[in-house]
DNA sequence: TTCACAATGTGATTTTTTTCACAAGACAAT
DNA sequence: ATTGTCTTGTGAAAAAAATCACATTGTGAA
């Protein structure tokens, strides 16, 4: 119902409305928020009514309303539990960005197929022999995994995924994994990225 | 002229493409590409349309054919050199991750504030002091970065880099930065992405 | 030969997303 | 009190992207 692009935007006003907070803002205007994520102030209007929300126009918009109107659309005002596969160079780079808990995401496992990776606590969390994972999966009702597995892995761990009860996986392995419809994927393709990135900043358009 | 979407999945059936081709494919129908990139078949030749290449109903598409038209229209069948700033978590993940020479893209230098980590050479490209990002820029005519800095750089960084006559930055920092309208940013925000997929995996939509 | 089939190329249509544009309301300044 | 200036909320329009649907055309089986 709530559009994709609009769901992706919400995600990133309640990231700044909370640094707004911190910064003692208590309301803002459509077109602040406008400049904080690139888009233009009709947009953020749309976005917030998706939410059923409303500011005035003379104080715009309540900044604690608002976060907590975010909060009950994402429906987890605490932290997520999500776990990661594959303890490589970007699967360690963001366990050490989430340990952080800043956001609301919290990486509660990891797991490897290296023997050699596992068993040890990195940024909070414990590394699990991948052959734990089903167990773990079931036992802790994840829902959410974030898969950093060599391409040629990513297709068998997604199956594994899957069929653990994994409901949603974001995906940095450059393949696209086959699964059925029901299983949300989300590929980070920083190749892809940096390919559009020089095509339009070669002057092509835009 | 050539929709952004469309650009995004020409780099992905590229490279598709020369799986297949390793694979010794000499040709591949529309539905074929669409299953690699989660596509519909009719998407596929429309995209393909819009590159001027043409398939027939009994062979589908000559891979190699596509390839080359591909490479045409990213107009670098080279390599395209990129630098890197900010050699931190994910800035060595990157580095490792394209030094590969796999791809089309090439770290061919990366800069970093911390005199610790500059002077030394990380997955064939060398890492310099910050402050010679400019020169190194101008004299090579590198015209797309990666940057990879906390957040609190990340603005005044995106500056020198403008400045320096980047044309394309693809920004890790969880910040929407400033710049001129000709200065195409593509922002990388896997906090937001999480949020998404946890928002569409747990029964919202979709 | 004739027919069924499978795939392309593309106009037409639909869906999704963004932008425009303006009524309505509060306030500050004159 | 009047005027000018903001901003919200939202229909209506436009733009962008995806999908439908079908004429067309080799191919091979009957
Ligand atoms: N590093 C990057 O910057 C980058 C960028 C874009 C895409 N990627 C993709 O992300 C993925 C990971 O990249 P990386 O650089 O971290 O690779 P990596 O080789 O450093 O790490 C891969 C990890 O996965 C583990 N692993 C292998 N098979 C496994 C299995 N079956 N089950 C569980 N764990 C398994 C390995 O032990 C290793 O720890 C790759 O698919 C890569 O193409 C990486
Ligand atoms: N690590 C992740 O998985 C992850 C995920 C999402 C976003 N990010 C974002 O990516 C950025 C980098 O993350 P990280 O984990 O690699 O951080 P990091 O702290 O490991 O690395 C940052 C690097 O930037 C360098 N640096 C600092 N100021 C600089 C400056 N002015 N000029 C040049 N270099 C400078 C530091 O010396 C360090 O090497 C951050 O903005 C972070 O929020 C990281």
């Known amino acids: 119902m709530t559009p994709e692009k609009t769901v992706a935007r919400l995600s990133l006003y ?25 888009g233009t102030s009709a947009q953020v209007r749309r ?7 409303s500011g005035s126009p003379q104080k715009g918009y309540d900044v604690n309303e ?10 987890t005002s605490e932290v997520v539990d999500v776990i990661l596969v594959g303890i490589g160079n970007i699967g360690r780079a963001l366990l050490s960005y989430f340990k952080s808990g800043k956001s609301h995401i919290n990486i509660v496992a990891s797991f490897d197929s290296d023997r050699q990776k596992v068993d040890r ?9 991948i052959e734990e994972l089903s167990k773990f999966v079931s036992e802790n009702n994840i829902k959410t995994a974030i898969l950093c597995v060599p391409a040629s892995e990513a297709q068998q761990t ?22 059925p419809a029901n299983i949300f994927v989300e590929d980070v393709d920083i190749t892809m990225n940096i390919e559009k990135l020089v095509y339009f900043s070669s002057g092509k358009r835009k």
């Open 14 to 38: 309640r990231r700044f409305l909370k640094l707004a907070k911190d910064e003692g803002t208590s309301n803002v205007y459509s077109h602040q928020l406008a400049d904080m994520v690139r």
């Open 47 to 53: 976005d917030l009514m998706a939410l059923g929300c």
């Open 66 to 75: 608002l976060i907590k109107h975010i909060d009950e659309f994402f429906n």
């Open 121 to 129: 606590v990195i940024n909070n969390s414990k590394c699990y022999y």
């Open 158 to 179: 997604a199956d594994v995924l899957m069929h653990s009860g994994i409901k949603g996986i974001l995906n940095f392995a450059p393949v696209r994994l086959k699964l």
